[in-house]
């Protein structure tokens, strides 16, 4: 029986061996000690008897073993040598009553390499055993600023307190994401029934994931089951059975496919990037009325966002009063926006703008169950494919704000009021910065967080003896304060100098004709396995600054001066040397950022007076959105 079970193994061991042979890969086994780095920069730990997952034990600890085994841990010794009636033996002994003795292994980057039992291990793997026990030492490298080794220490981390092993992730941050998607506090331990719940779990979903082709995916199963636990909450995917399981990772695909992409996000900078042929849009069947709707988290009389995006859809309905019916739905929390969109979806909706990156989970959920309904997020650098995203470049309006705070203040001391340190507030607050630096090389910003943790900003700004304020961006209906825009404080008094402006309507009316004129779908021919991001500036009109009388004529001309320049490409706000808090960003005077080097700043101009506040810092109810879109972690 031995026999002819080696016999079969050894036929797949030669199979592997010569397919890594055909295609120039190492045909046998690794060996741990050819890859270790230098003595002296690793150390080891033991950590006793552990369950090692099979699919992780991928080599041999010494060179001696190797030959004897492909890669894939199935024999290539020929079937009349000792080593075959070894394996042999090995092979009716598991069939008669399984193979119980632990094996000896060391552990490197989380995969596990054989000392004893090389033998046992082929024997298993060929029979598709799970795991296997064994006493494990540990090789931790010393810390490095390579992607790899961070993920790694990131894993250790998350094994302190797990006890898990099993998953792995391609992408920093992901273990404490997990950490933190099952409900767990950094550092906190799970009890033995937490993790036996989680590993039936992540068995369940990696099996399906696999037998739909995941394994043909660059990336690993843990990133595929992290994407679905950001759309499905851990208590929901626990309660689903194995066939419903299935069916969200079939209808998720996209989402695992997004993953593998480095250029995850395709910017679309400017209305008319991307054309339809004249001949198609001639010939372009009539479109469907479009029944939109807007979710809102707050109302428009209590927030100055959502007031911006109320505006918006009045415009809509302003503009194609026959074309368009609109509907707003007020006060929705992360917890209510599942429903809400259904309620949408239901009334027959084909358009809905959900208006902040707190409900992107939501967003996607119902994009996935209803294909047929365009789904579009208001949020900056989110990566999923089954909805759109957009925002507006309001940084270029900030500049000019900034430039207006450095004319103006005489005593060289301005105030920046930011809520949250999310993609694309730390340029505006750069941007500002930079902005009043040109005007002013001896204007200092000092940066205040209103969404902080025990901070009252306007105390702290009455205490720096600031002279001008940038504060919210816009007035709020039910709120009579003139605390708005930037102002130039006189006294207690605020006196406004100007105010940037959100033309969410402007966006909106965009999309709307993108629909009719049947140029939406071409926005996608170039992205097929890309996110799609809309990030319209001053050109297009979405963001605008409106100057007060307040202003000097100068200081009015010069904003217009710059305000032209921006709109039509001569001039970028983040173009030439820059400098940071830490030292130099840009050293080429004719270089500018990137629209990704923009989005993704995490750093401070080196006028700045401040820091970026990590998630820990910040009051509870600016968490969520912080969590979705922050751009410095805990």
């Given at each position: 029986m031995g026999a002819a079970e080696y016999e079969k193994a050894y036929k797949l061991g030669k199979k592997e061996y010569q397919h890594r042979m055909m295609k120039g890969l190492p045909p046998t086994l690794k060996v741990l000690d050819d890859i270790l780095p230098a003595k002296g920069s690793f150390k080891e730990v033991p950590l006793g008897v552990v369950q090692i997952p099979m699919k992780q034990?991928?080599?041999?600890?010494?060179?001696?073993?190797?030959?004897?085994?492909?890669?894939?841990?199935?024999?290539?010794?020929?079937?009349?040598?000792?080593?075959?009636?070894?394996?042999?033996?090995?092979?009716?002994?598991?069939?008669?009553?399984?193979i119980r003795d632990p094996i000896k292994a060391y552990e490197y980057m989380n995969q596990f390499y054989v000392e004893e039992g090389n033998k046992r291990v082929s024997v298993m793997k060929y029979y598709g055993v799970v795991s296997v026990p064994g006493s494990v030492t540990r090789i931790i490298p010393k810390r490095t600023d390579e992607k790899e080794n961070k993920i790694y220490y990131e894993f250790l981390d998350f094994y302190e307190a797990s006890k898990i092993n099993y998953i792995w992730f391609?992408?920093?941050?992901?273990?404490?994401?997990?950490?933190?998607?099952?409900?767990?506090?950094?550092?906190?331990?799970?009890?033995e029934e937490e993790k036996l719940n989680f590993s039936s779990l992540y068995s369940r979903f990696e099996m399906e994931y696999?037998?739909?082709g995941g394994e043909k995916l660059s990336i690993t199963a843990g990133d595929a089951f992290l994407a679905l636990l950001?759309?499905?909450?851990?208590?929901?995917?626990?309660?689903?059975?194995?066939?419903?399981?299935?069916?969200r990772i079939s209808k998720s695909w996209e989402e695992f496919e997004l993953l593998e992409e480095d250029q995850k996000i395709d910017l679309k900078m400017n209305p008319d990037s991307e054309k339809k042929p004249l001949l198609g849009r001639l010939f372009s069947p009539g479109t469907q009325k479009q029944k939109i709707a807007f979710l809102y988290e707050k109302t428009p009389g209590t927030s100055a966002w959502t007031y911006a995006h109320e505006l918006g859809r009045l415009?809509?309905?302003?503009?194609?009063?026959?074309?368009?019916?609109?509907?707003?739905?007020?006060?929705?929390?992360?917890?209510?926006?599942?429903?809400?969109?259904?309620?949408?979806?239901?009334?027959?909706?084909?358009?809905?703008?959900?208006t902040t990156p707190a409900f992107i989970q939501a967003s996607v959920k119902a994009a996935i169950d209803a294909p047929e309904v365009r789904i579009v997020n208001c949020s900056l650098n989110i990566s999923h494919r089954y909805i759109r995203t957009y925002y507006a470049r309001m940084y270029e309006a900030k500049f000019l704000m900034g430039a207006v705070a450095g004319a103006m203040a005489e005593n060289d001391r301005l105030a920046y009021i930011a809520d949250y340190p999310i993609f694309g507030e730390i340029a505006n607050i750069n941007a500002?910065?930079?902005?009043?630096?040109?005007?002013?090389?001896?204007?200092?910003?000092?940066?205040?967080?209103?969404?902080?943790?025990?901070?009252?900003?306007?105390?702290?700004?009455?205490?720096?003896?600031?002279?001008?304020?940038?504060?919210?961006?816009?007035?709020?209906?039910?709120?009579?304060?003139?605390?708005?825009?930037?102002y130039r404080l006189d006294g207690d008094y605020p006196r406004n100098l100007a105010m940037p402006l959100w033309h969410w309507g402007r966006f909106y009316e965009q999309m709307i004709r993108k629909i009719m004129d049947g140029t939406w779908k071409y926005d996608d021919k170039n992205s097929s396995v890309k996110a799609i991001n809309y990030w319209w500036g001053m050109s297009s009109g979405v963001v605008d600054i409106?100057?007060?009388?307040?202003?000097?004529?100068?200081?009015?001309?010069?904003?217009?001066?710059?305000?032209?320049?921006?709109?039509?490409?001569e001039f970028h706000p983040f173009s030439g040397i820059l400098y940071?808090?830490?030292?130099?960003?840009?050293?080429?005077?004719?270089?500018?950022?990137?629209?990704?080097?923009?989005?993704?700043?995490?750093?401070?101009?080196?006028?700045?007076?401040?820091?970026i506040p990590t998630e820990d810092e910040l009051i509870d109810s600016a968490k969520t959105v912080v969590w979705e879109q922050g751009v410095r972690k805990n």
């Open positions: 034990i991928v080599g041999t600890k010494t060179g001696g073993r190797s030959s004897a085994f492909a890669a894939n841990f199935m024999p290539i010794l020929r079937e009349n040598t000792e080593f075959a009636h070894k394996w042999s033996y090995l092979s009716t002994a598991h069939e008669n009553e399984g391609s992408k920093e941050g992901s273990f404490k994401k997990l950490q933190k998607a099952v409900g767990k506090e950094p550092g906190e331990v799970w009890n696999e037998d739909k950001t759309l499905y909450d851990y208590g929901t995917l626990q309660e689903m059975t194995t066939s419903e399981l299935r069916t415009h809509l309905e302003e503009r194609f009063p026959e074309e368009v019916q609109t509907m707003a739905y007020s006060g929705i929390t992360k917890e209510t926006a599942d429903e809400a969109l259904k309620d949408a979806i239901s009334k027959g909706c084909n358009l809905i703008f959900t500002f910065a930079l902005g009043a630096k040109m005007i002013n090389p001896r204007a200092k910003v000092y940066l205040e967080w209103s969404t902080r943790k025990g901070c009252n900003v306007y105390d702290r700004i009455r205490d720096i003896w600031v002279d001008c304020v940038s504060g919210k961006d816009m007035v709020i209906p039910e709120e009579s304060s003139r605390y708005f825009g930037l409106i100057c007060s009388q307040n202003l000097p004529l100068e200081t009015k001309k010069l904003t217009e001066v710059l305000r032209h320049a921006i709109s039509t490409g940071s808090q830490a030292g130099q960003i840009q050293d080429e005077s004719w270089k500018s950022l990137s629209a990704e080097e923009i989005i993704n700043m995490d750093w401070l101009a080196d006028n700045i007076i401040g820091t």
